[in-house]
């Protein structure tokens, strides 16, 4: 018993570290929908900067010590945070699932590679007396250095607790409490909350998502920065990947809170702490089966995440809301779009066949190994929307696979391909069986979940890998009949000929019936089954097929270098491998085999500095500024011609001049006078790689898409001067380049792009008193859906404007519009006058416009007193309101969400009346409300319009609001077909709203 | 109109390649051309995080030694009964020599890679973060062999190329195919735990011979061009008949305690190196073992809640415990050990490492009173082979560390190995010299004990020390000693 509480104690306390990640990882993906697989790159770059500062420093104190802990923790993360929130997550806010998840493991990749990096530079090349981290088995604490271990006699056993563990029992406690507190009962937590509960209405309310975010982020990455400083000394490391292991158990533990539930997923880590302790000391019947133990946490996840499947409603794939690819090259002729592809495959041809020497083939059949494996990405993700963080499992199953037969067997090189494969087909299929309950976010993690636990359990299964040991299994290169692979050159023209035929069948499998059975699920499960395609069976196709072309390229990239062990393809590897190919282009085979190509020559190209000893300095110093000044020249003549700053390229140009002149001045780190650099190129390979995942992650077609895309806006640049020159007009309504790429000039405060038609609508109320809200000729659309097509309409103060129209009419749409849900396309929305188009919904709310959307715009998570507090902070108003409305008194403590439809609709406009707003916008309110309560609610707009606020109430029954609207507007397919007084309002009119569309339509 | 990143990366690419197959012509005369060898800092400040991957050395962690194989009267090469090479008469060469169930004999073309008429080029490999200086131990002992005229027909060696391949087995891999086909270099002096079969399979397909510290199985039988300084030391893992290299640690302990009489308890760690160690030492301590337990290796996560592993200390309180798991979990289970009040000798295998114990505060007091095993000699300044060492530092001016003293070794034997193929040096001449006709290393007093091919092709010389950290310091506990046969 004794022994039980003490491994109680000691695993919660280890358990805590896991929960302060989980708490962070819970409250960031609530608040922002991204799940940060980064944090254990932060915790790792937080502890190494704090190991740093005590020893270069010197520091010995506690009082420095602490200095240093409040410097990390207080300070630099964060920092970093916000610097994360800006550059990476802001812009992801709107990106789908799979974009997310990949931009994250693009810092997973990024970070610690650069923390590397820049602790080399530290210790060999510039003197910043950084330490070197070699034998760094003990990092100094925060409280004690040395640590100091104490003895509590507890009556029948003895309970030891080191300095390092209070440490992270007292941070713990005050992480808990304060996280509580803020959450609970600052301003800043409510907003949170809110925002987590309805970000669309959180913002009409006020409250600034971009701010919450930056919060979420700054905090989140404070606590995996806390995690890092206190549980380094705990878990005795300082090395990357192991935080990485840290963070996915976290992640476990984020899981079994729901990924909702910040105080469960803190009782998760404490508990997945205690379990492992316990499972490690009780569960001796494991004790034969090696990595049970370290297992046990990627069990819970998965175990949870199917769990947590059950209650999800929603089901579908990840990218259901990606759009198809768009096509760039629509102007230009067949040949000219093929033609790179046609000279890139001939460049290999001819690389392979010619050119490359001993060395650069081995490099080319990896590279095309890779290219087969990676494929099968473009297969799962691209096509599928699922994404795996499997596939280097598949390649480790199907390799070893083969092996083992070739050597117990004795069969020839064919069959135990086959067989490897399928085997590798069938842990496809499991992997895969989650899927059918999860997509998105708690599939990724499935994924990795299953991957891990092979690697760790299966394949380290000494029968399977080959008795203990690394020794692994032999994989000769293959003879098929009369043809002998085995030279490197005859193994690259097989590769070749294998990958070109593989892209042939992705291709044709993406255009086939199967390839749109494939879409058709991943963009709507319920539809696709109700089109009379098997949901299940597609799924599992997919990843099997894929899971048989990942073992595929694998079988053959194992047959290059001769070998099979259970690092051949390790899962962290596999996350180094999904960033490149994020970065190239996730939907075409040709851009997975351009990943793989880069994946395997980099570590060459950077390590080696480019090894060519009959380039003379000047030679280098020349290639150094062309690159350069393309790196520039990108810069400004992208800004020339309309098109964003594109760090990637811009970026990667530049790291090569900037290597061509280390290479000449010796500059770390391609010391050209020493040695080849492998590891070095692996940092900055990987920092590259992950930045550029980063950027690119919401753009499903990677750097050859955004390219292609820049490449049209120049196109288009120049047909338009072309056209000018010559006196044409020219429309560019054709051009399919989206927003974020062609950055469309945004419509300023004060500008108008059409100041004629703005002046005209404007005639009509000219005078000292501007309509407190007004529309200008306002255009808006969903993607490429016109919703409103040009609306005039203005809403005095101390008035009520009712707009009418049937369903599907733009009513809501107009609402979005005025309250900055959504951006108007063409026009502009004025506030007494001003411009305030390009404003969001927040910033309209702080200036006085407030929407009441339809359906109530309450926050159904939060209680009525917390509703109240978001608009009315000050606890007097409170009591004014509740005085006004018992009922809202009377359930202060209850969630709103539990309320009737009528308290509900009276809690959206109750505390508006405490500081009435300037323009109050109400969508449909009265919708599904009994008589009784409509007249309630009418009697509170009149008392809005009494003091003075501008109403627009929008309905689709008018009978109601026409008895106290001063003026009526109808709307029709997106126009406004009348706006009068009420009292010019007649029957007929009232019908044709309703009844004549068909007569617009048809115009 | 500015060309797409595509067209740049392709060009880029046809540059690359262009230009490395014009390298690749020139390298073939630019011996000479090579660059000076880096002068790396002192080990301690090769900062490199620890990487990922295995822990390098728990594969190692069964140390040397095996008497059994002569306890089991497996036919030692000092009496060849299994050559069946005819006895050597002058102008008479064998063509071919048995050891064991593996035969030796010349079936390729000779080849002169990176060896010319004044120079032998050679070339390294490691994992900086757990063998920072590695290239240090080299210079020092290139630099005596190139002052002493070690090799003969008065030939210089040269280190032409050194890769730290960062954990990663595929840098490791591309490193050893770039050293060979890039570089040229006759010989490779490499220690990682990620020197896989591929690499290793690699480097014996290609007659490529490679030395360092002989844990991972590329150093051992059936490869013929890998030799451990210590010989093969993972043949025990995949079952090479007598290669069982902890009795000379059993022996140790015996001398120590001054009795058999002992009772010891043993953590290893879960994975390969640790299971196989667990059932070596059901076997070898049986009825000696009052427990035997796995723990996580750091890989895994590490040993996140080390109060079990201190309770079951505690509890059985054993005469010794043996730590035969990864670097961390030694260190954390000493560190926690030693703060429970346990007051028996905690020994491991790894923590040997010059410079460690004053490294920080925590380190020192984690390590204060432990002893470590080693396979590399202690630097124990009172034997000729050591002063030599020092010697050999000084001139380079570099500091003896762990991952600098490997390279010291590794340099050791490959100059010995390839001094014996005489003046007409290519790789048949050496394959002839060190596999049939059979090869000794001469050391002096204080260094590694003798080490002889092809007999440790397959099993390991049974020597090992002792050291304890006295104030921050290493003293030696137990000097370094071969049991078994000295003559071997």
């Not at chain 1, 309450?858 to 509703?867: A, H, K, P, Y």
């Given at each position: 018993?004794?022994?039980?509480?003490?491994?109680?104690?000691?695993?919660?306390?280890?358990?805590?570290?896991?929960?302060?990640?989980?708490?962070?990882?819970?409250?960031s993906?609530?608040s922002t929908g991204i799940?940060?697989?980064?944090?254990?790159?932060?915790?790792?770059?937080?502890?190494?900067?704090?190991?740093?500062?005590?020893?270069?420093?010197?520091?010995?104190?506690?009082?420095?010590?602490?200095?240093?802990?409040?410097?990390?923790?207080?300070?630099?993360?964060?920092?970093?945070g916000q610097l994360?929130n800006v550059a990476v997550f802001r812009p992801l806010a709107r990106a789908?699932?799979?974009?997310?998840?990949?931009?994250?493991?693009?810092?997973?990749?990024?970070?610690?590679?650069?923390?590397?990096?820049?602790?080399?530079?530290?210790?060999?090349?510039?003197?910043?007396?950084?330490?070197?981290?070699?034998?760094?088995?003990?990092?100094?604490?925060?409280?004690?250095?040395?640590?100091?271990?104490?003895?509590?006699?507890?009556?029948?056993?003895?309970?030891?607790?080191?300095?390092?563990?209070?440490?992270?029992?007292?941070?713990?406690?005050?992480?808990?409490?304060?996280?509580?507190?803020?959450?609970?009962?600052t301003r800043i937590g409510l907003q949170m909350r809110a925002v987590v509960d309805r970000p669309d209405l959180a913002g009409l309310r006020g409250v600034s998502e971009s701010f919450t975010s930056s919060a979420a982020w700054i905090?989140?990455?404070?606590?995996?920065?806390?995690?890092?400083?206190?549980?380094?000394?705990?878990?005795?490391?300082?090395?990357?990947?192991?935080?990485?292991?840290?963070?996915?158990?976290?992640?476990?533990?984020?899981?079994?809170?729901?990924?909702?539930?910040?105080?469960?997923?803190?009782?998760?880590?404490?508990?997945?702490?205690?379990?492992?302790?316990?499972?490690?000391?009780?569960?001796?019947?494991?004790?034969?089966?090696?990595?049970?133990?370290?297992?046990?946490?990627?069990?819970?996840?998965?175990?949870?995440?199917?769990?947590?499947?059950?209650?999800?409603?929603?089901?579908?794939?990840?990218?259901?809301?990606?759009?198809?690819?768009?096509?760039?090259?629509?102007?230009?002729?067949?040949?000219?779009?093929?033609?790179?592809?046609?000279?890139?495959?001939?460049?290999?041809?001819?690389?392979?066949?010619?050119?490359?020497?001993?060395?650069?083939?081995?490099?080319?059949?990896?590279?095309?190994?890779?290219?087969?494996?990676?494929?099968?990405?473009?297969?799962?993700?691209?096509?599928?929307?699922?994404?795996?963080?499997?596939?280097?499992?598949?390649?480790?199953?199907?390799?070893?696979?083969?092996?083992?037969?070739?050597?117990?067997?004795?069969?020839?090189?064919?069959?135990?391909?086959?067989?490897?494969?399928?085997?590798?087909?069938?842990?496809?299929?499991?992997?895969?069986?989650?899927?059918?309950?999860?997509?998105?976010?708690?599939?990724?993690?499935?994924?990795?979940?299953?991957?891990?636990?092979?690697?760790?359990?299966?394949?380290?299964?000494?029968?399977?890998?080959?008795?203990?040991?690394?020794?692994?299994?032999?994989?000769?290169?293959?003879?098929?009949?009369?043809?002998?692979?085995?030279?490197?050159?005859?193994?690259?023209?097989?590769?070749?000929?294998?990958?070109?035929?593989?892209?042939?069948?992705?291709?044709?499998?993406?255009?086939?019936?199967?390839?749109?059975?494939?879409?058709?699920?991943?963009?709507?499960?319920?539809?696709?089954?109700?089109?009379?395609?098997?949901?299940?069976?597609?799924?599992?196709?997919?990843?099997?097929?894929?899971?048989?072309?990942?073992?595929?390229?694998?079988?053959?990239?194992?047959?290059?270098?001769?070998?099979?062990?259970?690092?051949?393809?390790?899962?962290?590897?596999?996350?180094?491998?999904?960033?490149?190919?994020?970065?190239?282009?996730?939907?075409?085979?040709?851009?997975?085999?351009?990943?793989?190509?880069?994946?395997?020559?980099?570590?060459?190209?950077?390590?080696?500095?480019?090894?060519?000893?009959?380039?003379?300095?000047?030679?280098?110093?020349?290639?150094?500024?062309?690159?350069?000044?393309?790196?520039?020249?990108?810069?400004?003549?992208?800004?020339?011609?309309?098109?964003p700053?594109?760090?990637?390229?811009?970026?990667?140009?530049?790291?090569?001049?900037?290597?061509?002149?280390?290479?000449?001045?010796?500059?770390?780190?391609?010391?050209?006078?020493?040695?080849?650099?492998?590891?070095?190129?692996?940092?900055?390979?990987?920092?590259?790689?992950?930045?550029?995942?980063?950027?690119?992650?919401?753009?499903?077609?990677?750097?050859?898409?955004?390219?292609?895309?820049?490449?049209?806006?120049?196109?288009?640049?120049?047909?338009?001067?072309?056209?000018?020159?010559?006196?044409?007009?020219?429309?560019?309504?054709?051009?399919?380049?989206?927003e974020r790429?062609?950055a469309a000039p945004s419509v300023e405060p004060g500008k108008s792009d059409r100041?004629?038609?703005a002046?005209?609508a404007g005639?009509?109320?000219?005078?000292?008193h501007p309509p407190a809200l007004e529309l200008v000729n306002v255009r808006a659309s969903y993607?490429?859906?016109?919703a409103l097509?040009?609306i005039d309409l203005s809403v005095p103060r101390?008035?009520?404007t009712?707009l009418?129209?049937?369903?599907?009419?733009g009513k809501s749409t107009t609402c979005a519009v005025a309250s900055g849900l959504l951006t108007a396309t063409h026009g502009q929305i004025r506030l007494d006058g001003e411009n305030v188009t390009g404003l969001r919904s927040h910033r309209r709310a702080r200036r006085g416009v407030v929407l009441a959307p339809e359906?109530r715009g309450i926050f159904?998570?939060l209680?009525?007193?917390e509703n109240m507090q978001l608009w009315l902070p000050n606890?007097?108003d409170?009591?004014?309101?509740?005085?006004?409305?018992?009922?809202?008194?009377?359930?202060?403590?209850?969630?709103?969400?539990?309320?009737?439809?009528?308290?509900?609709?009276?809690?959206t406009l109750?505390p508006l009346l405490a500081h009435p707003p300037e323009v109050l916008i109400a969508d449909?309110?009265?919708?599904?409300?009994?008589?009784?309560?409509?007249?309630?609610?009418?009697?509170?707009?009149?008392?809005f319009?009494?003091r003075g606020v501008a109403l627009l109430l929008v309905?689709?029954?008018?009978?109601?609001?026409?008895?106290?609207?001063?003026?009526?507007?109808?709307?029709?397919?997106?126009?406004?077909?009348?706006?009068?007084?009420?009292?010019?309002?007649?029957?007929?009119?009232?019908?044709?709203?309703?009844?004549?569309?068909?007569?617009?339509?048809?115009? | 109109?500015?060309?797409?990143?595509?067209?740049?990366?392709?060009?880029?690419?046809?540059?690359?390649?262009?230009?490395?197959?014009?390298?690749?012509?020139?390298?073939?005369?630019?011996?000479?051309?090579?660059?000076?060898?880096?002068?790396?800092?002192?080990?301690?400040?090769?900062?490199?995080?620890?990487?990922?991957?295995?822990?390098?050395?728990?594969?190692?962690?069964?140390?040397?030694?095996?008497?059994?194989?002569?306890?089991?009267?497996?036919?030692?090469?000092?009496?060849?009964?299994?050559?069946?090479?005819?006895?050597?008469?002058?102008?008479?060469?064998?063509?071919?020599?048995?050891?064991?169930?593996?035969?030796?004999?010349?079936?390729?073309?000779?080849?002169?890679?990176?060896?010319?008429?004044?120079?032998?080029?050679?070339?390294?490999?490691?994992?900086?973060?757990?063998?920072?200086?590695?290239?240090?131990?080299?210079?020092?002992?290139?630099?005596?062999?190139?002052?002493?005229?070690?090799?003969?027909?008065?030939?210089?060696?040269?280190?032409?190329?050194?890769?730290?391949?960062?954990?990663?087995?595929?840098?490791?891999?591309?490193?050893?195919?770039?050293?060979?086909?890039?570089?040229?270099?006759?010989?490779?002096?490499?220690?990682?735990?990620?020197?896989?079969?591929?690499?290793?399979?690699?480097?014996?397909?290609?007659?490529?011979?490679?030395?360092?510290?002989?844990?991972?199985?590329?150093?051992?039988?059936?490869?013929?061009?890998?030799?451990?300084?210590?010989?093969?030391?993972?043949?025990?893992?995949?079952?090479?008949?007598?290669?069982?290299?902890?009795?000379?640690?059993?022996?140790?302990?015996?001398?120590?305690?001054?009795?058999?009489?002992?009772?010891?308890?043993?953590?290893?760690?879960?994975?390969?190196?640790?299971?196989?160690?667990?059932?070596?030492?059901?076997?070898?301590?049986?009825?000696?073992?009052?427990?035997?337990?796995?723990?996580?290796?750091?890989?895994?996560?590490?040993?996140?809640?080390?109060?079990?592993?201190?309770?079951?200390?505690?509890?059985?309180?054993?005469?010794?415990?043996?730590?035969?798991?990864?670097?961390?979990?030694?260190?954390?289970?000493?560190?926690?050990?030693?703060?429970?009040?346990?007051?028996?000798?905690?020994?491991?295998?790894?923590?040997?490492?010059?410079?460690?114990?004053?490294?920080?505060?925590?380190?020192?007091?984690?390590?204060?009173?432990?002893?470590?095993?080693?396979?590399?000699?202690?630097?124990?300044?009172?034997?000729?082979?050591?002063?030599?060492?020092?010697?050999?530092?000084?001139?380079?001016?570099?500091?003896?560390?762990?991952?600098?003293?490997?390279?010291?070794?590794?340099?050791?034997?490959?100059?010995?190995?390839?001094?014996?193929?005489?003046?007409?040096?290519?790789?048949?001449?050496?394959?002839?010299?060190?596999?049939?006709?059979?090869?000794?290393?001469?050391?002096?007093?204080?260094?590694?004990?003798?080490?002889?091919?092809?007999?440790?092709?397959?099993?390991?010389?049974?020597?090992?020390?002792?050291?304890?950290?006295?104030?921050?310091?290493?003293?030696?506990?137990?000097?370094?000693?071969?049991?078994?046969?000295?003559?071997?």
């Amino acid at each position: 018993m004794g022994e039980f509480i003490q491994l109680l104690v000691s695993g919660a306390i280890a358990g805590s570290i896991y929960s302060l990640i989980a708490a962070g990882l819970t409250l960031s993906y609530t608040s922002t929908g991204i799940f940060n697989l980064a944090y254990g790159g932060i915790a790792y770059t937080s502890a190494m900067l704090y190991f740093q500062l005590i020893n270069a420093l010197g520091i010995e104190s506690l009082g420095m010590r602490l200095l240093s802990f409040f410097l990390v923790v207080v300070v630099f993360c964060p920092l970093l945070g916000q610097l994360l929130n800006v550059a990476v997550f802001r812009p992801l806010a709107r990106a789908n699932d799979a974009a997310k998840v990949m931009a994250t493991i693009g810092i997973l990749v990024a970070l610690p590679a650069l923390t590397d990096l820049l602790v080399d530079l530290g210790t060999k090349t510039w003197d910043w007396g950084l330490q070197s981290t070699d034998y760094v088995f003990l990092t100094p604490g925060v409280w004690k250095v040395p640590s100091e271990t104490w003895t509590y006699d507890l009556g029948s056993f003895d309970l030891r607790i080191s300095s390092n563990q209070w440490a992270v029992l007292v941070v713990a406690v005050i992480v808990a409490v304060a996280l509580w507190a803020l959450m609970r009962h600052t301003r800043i937590g409510l907003q949170m909350r809110a925002v987590v509960d309805r970000p669309d209405l959180a913002g009409l309310r006020g409250v600034s998502e971009s701010f919450t975010s930056s919060a979420a982020w700054i905090i989140g990455t404070m606590l995996a920065g806390l995690a890092g400083v206190v549980g380094a000394p705990v878990f005795n490391s300082l090395e990357s990947n192991q935080y990485n292991v840290f963070m996915f158990i976290a992640t476990a533990a984020a899981v079994v809170g729901g990924l909702r539930s910040i105080p469960l997923a803190f009782a998760g880590g404490v508990a997945l702490g205690v379990v492992t302790s316990w499972v490690g000391r009780y569960a001796t019947f494991a004790q034969d089966i090696r990595g049970f133990e370290s297992s046990v946490p990627f069990v819970v996840l998965l175990v949870g995440l199917l769990f947590m499947a059950r209650e999800r409603t929603r089901r579908s794939g990840v990218v259901a809301d990606a759009p198809p690819a768009t096509d760039y090259t629509s102007d230009l002729p067949a040949w000219r779009v093929r033609l790179p592809w046609i000279l890139g495959a001939a460049f290999i041809v001819l690389q392979v066949f010619v050119f490359a020497d001993q060395f650069w083939l081995g490099l080319w059949v990896t590279g095309l190994a890779f290219g087969l494996v990676f494929m099968s990405w473009v297969l799962l993700t691209g096509l599928g929307g699922m994404v795996s963080l499997a596939q280097a499992a598949f390649v480790t199953m199907a390799a070893m696979t083969a092996g083992l037969i070739l050597d117990k067997t004795g069969l020839p090189f064919i069959p135990a391909l086959i067989v490897g494969v399928i085997v590798a087909g069938v842990l496809g299929v499991i992997v895969a069986l989650p899927a059918l309950r999860l997509g998105g976010l708690p599939l990724a993690l499935a994924t990795l979940a299953l991957a891990f636990m092979s690697e760790r359990v299966l394949f380290e299964w000494s029968w399977f890998k080959n008795g203990q040991g690394t020794k692994g299994w032999d994989i000769p290169r293959p003879k098929l009949g009369p043809f002998d692979f085995e030279d490197e050159k005859s193994l690259a023209v097989l590769l070749v000929i294998l990958v070109l035929a593989a892209a042939w069948l992705v291709r044709n499998l993406q255009r086939s019936v199967t390839g749109r059975a494939i879409i058709a699920v991943r963009n709507s499960e319920p539809a696709a089954a109700t089109s009379g395609h098997s949901i299940v069976r597609t799924k599992l196709a997919v990843f099997a097929l894929s899971a048989l072309l990942a073992g595929f390229g694998g079988v053959f990239f194992a047959t290059f270098i001769g070998n099979v062990t259970p690092f051949t393809a390790t899962t962290q590897a596999g996350l180094f491998w999904l960033a490149v190919v994020v970065l190239v282009g996730i939907r075409r085979p040709g851009a997975a085999v351009m990943a793989g190509i880069m994946v395997a020559a980099s570590g060459h190209t950077f390590g080696t500095g480019w090894h060519w000893e009959w380039m003379e300095s000047w030679h280098v110093v020349l290639v150094a500024s062309v690159f350069g000044a393309a790196a520039v020249a990108t810069a400004f003549r992208d800004r020339q011609v309309g098109l964003p700053f594109s760090p990637p390229i811009v970026g990667v140009l530049a790291v090569l001049a900037y290597i061509c002149l280390a290479r000449v001045y010796s500059w770390y780190p391609i010391d050209w006078d020493g040695f080849d650099q492998y590891d070095e190129a692996r940092n900055i390979t990987a920092f590259m790689f992950g930045i550029g995942a980063m950027q690119l992650a919401r753009e499903p077609d990677g750097i050859l898409a955004f390219t292609a895309a820049q490449n049209r806006v120049r196109r288009d640049a120049w047909r338009r001067r072309l056209a000018v020159w010559q006196g044409e007009v020219w429309t560019d309504d054709a051009s399919p380049v989206p927003e974020r790429i062609a950055a469309a000039p945004s419509v300023e405060p004060g500008k108008s792009d059409r100041p004629e038609a703005a002046e005209e609508a404007g005639d009509q109320y000219v005078g000292d008193h501007p309509p407190a809200l007004e529309l200008v000729n306002v255009r808006a659309s969903y993607g490429l859906v016109e919703a409103l097509h040009g609306i005039d309409l203005s809403v005095p103060r101390g008035e009520i404007t009712a707009l009418l129209g049937p369903n599907g009419a733009g009513k809501s749409t107009t609402c979005a519009v005025a309250s900055g849900l959504l951006t108007a396309t063409h026009g502009q929305i004025r506030l007494d006058g001003e411009n305030v188009t390009g404003l969001r919904s927040h910033r309209r709310a702080r200036r006085g416009v407030v929407l009441a959307p339809e359906a109530r715009g309450i926050f159904s998570g939060l209680t009525v007193r917390e509703n109240m507090q978001l608009w009315l902070p000050n606890p007097e108003d409170r009591e004014l309101c509740c005085e006004r409305f018992p009922i809202l008194g009377e359930r202060q403590n209850q969630l709103a969400g539990n309320l009737s439809g009528g308290e509900q609709q009276i809690l959206t406009l109750a505390p508006l009346l405490a500081h009435p707003p300037e323009v109050l916008i109400a969508d449909e309110p009265s919708l599904g409300l009994a008589p009784l309560i409509v007249n309630q609610i009418l009697e509170l707009f009149i008392e809005f319009k009494e003091r003075g606020v501008a109403l627009l109430l929008v309905e689709e029954k008018a009978r109601d609001v026409l008895e106290i609207a001063d003026s009526v507007a109808f709307i029709s397919l997106g126009h406004i077909t009348w706006h009068g007084p009420r009292s010019e309002v007649d029957h007929d009119q009232l019908d044709a709203a309703y009844l004549g569309e068909a007569t617009s339509a048809s115009d | 109109m500015k060309k797409s990143l595509l067209y740049k990366l392709l060009a880029l690419m046809a540059a690359l390649t262009l230009l490395a197959v014009a390298c690749g012509n020139d390298d073939d005369d630019d011996g000479a051309a090579a660059p000076a060898p880096e002068a790396t800092e002192a080990p301690m400040d090769d900062a490199e995080p620890m990487d990922d991957d295995e822990e390098p050395m728990d594969d190692e962690e069964p140390m040397d030694d095996e008497e059994a194989p002569m306890d089991d009267a497996e036919p030692m090469d000092d009496e060849e009964p299994m050559d069946d090479e005819e006895p050597m008469d002058d102008g008479e060469m064998a063509t071919s020599r048995t050891w064991g169930a593996y035969t030796y004999e010349i079936d390729f073309e000779p080849s002169t890679r990176g060896v010319t008429d004044d120079t032998v080029r050679l070339g390294a490999m490691t994992q900086d973060a757990l063998y920072g200086g590695f290239t240090d131990g080299i210079e020092a002992r290139l630099g005596r062999a190139n002052r002493d005229g070690e090799l003969p027909g008065g030939r210089s060696v040269e280190l032409v190329q050194y890769v730290d391949d960062g954990s990663d087995p595929q840098a490791n891999f591309e490193g050893a195919r770039s050293m060979v086909e890039n570089d040229e270099v006759f010989g490779i002096m490499v220690t990682s735990a990620v020197s896989l079969p591929q690499t290793t399979d690699y480097l014996d397909e290609n007659q490529v011979p490679f030395t360092g510290w002989g844990f991972m199985p590329g150093f051992c039988a059936p490869n013929d061009w890998g030799f451990g300084f210590n010989g093969c030391l993972s043949g025990f893992a995949f079952g090479v008949e007598g290669a069982d290299p902890l009795v000379s640690v059993q022996n140790i302990w015996y001398d120590f305690f001054g009795t058999e009489d002992i009772v010891v308890g043993i953590f290893n760690s879960d994975d390969d190196a640790g299971r196989a160690g667990h059932a070596l030492y059901e076997n070898l301590w049986a009825g000696k073992l009052a427990f035997n337990d796995f723990v996580p290796t750091q890989t895994a996560g590490g040993i996140t809640d080390p109060t079990r592993f201190v309770n079951t200390v505690l509890e059985h309180d054993p005469d010794l415990v043996i730590l035969s798991t990864d670097f961390a979990g030694a260190i954390t289970l000493k560190a926690t050990i030693a703060a429970s009040g346990y007051e028996g000798p905690v020994a491991d295998y790894l923590t040997y490492v010059p410079g460690l114990p004053g490294s920080s505060p925590d380190l020192g007091q984690a390590l204060e009173g432990g002893y470590a095993v080693t396979q590399v000699p202690p630097l124990d300044d009172s034997e000729p082979a050591i002063q030599q060492l020092l010697a050999d530092y000084e001139e380079v001016g570099a500091f003896p560390g762990f991952g600098s003293l490997v390279g010291y070794w590794s340099a050791d034997l490959l100059i010995q190995l390839i001094a014996a193929a005489g003046e007409d040096l290519n790789t048949a001449s050496f394959y002839q010299a060190v596999n049939i006709d059979g090869f000794e290393t001469t050391q002096q007093s204080g260094a590694l004990g003798p080490v002889k091919w092809p007999a440790d092709h397959v099993i390991a010389p049974d020597c090992t020390g002792m050291v304890q950290v006295v104030d921050a310091d290493y003293v030696v506990a137990y000097p370094f000693v071969c049991y078994g046969d000295p003559g071997r």
